[in-house]
């Protein structure tokens, strides 16, 4: 099992935004800032659903090549949500909300592209 995983971003601000509107209705939400003078001045911050951050933001030099990370839904209305709201808050349809049956029966997902050209997805598996 993961604990939790980590991506760099070339502007923190800009993604602190995208993330926090498109993970927003999987439950998840800033938890954590980590101060400037433990991180060398770079903004560090970690998301996830209360009480512990599972997913961290470290300014810097974006993953090369660009990463897939996929976040567990609790429904296809959330699946939904999270789409709607990260082309809302500036992500790239990378694939809509639909049944993937090449993966397997009932994957519903939805994909977007961060600011950065991370490919982000929302997923159930029911």
Not at 25 to 31: F, K, M, N, T
Not at 35 to 49: D, F, K, N, Q, S
Not at 71 to 76: D, G, Q
């Amino acid at each position: 099992m993961i604990d939790h995983m980590g991506i760099s971003v070339s502007d923190p601000a800009k993604s602190r935004a995208f993330y926090e509107a498109a993970l927003a209705p999987l439950g998840y939400a800033v938890l954590r800032v980590v101060p400037a003078e433990h991180t060398g001045g770079r903004v560090v911050l970690g998301m996830g659903v209360a009480p512990k951050p599972d997913f961290w933001i470290t300014e810097g030099t974006p993953n090369v090549p660009p990463l897939h990370i996929a976040f567990r839904a609790e429904s296809r209305a959330a699946v939904d949500a999270f789409y709607a709201a990260a082309i809302a808050a500036g992500g790239r349809d990378n694939g809509p909300p639909g049944l993937r049956p090449h993966y397997h029966q009932g994957y519903y997902g939805a994909f977007v592209i961060d600011p950065d050209g991370n490919n982000v997805e929302a997923v159930i598996h029911g």
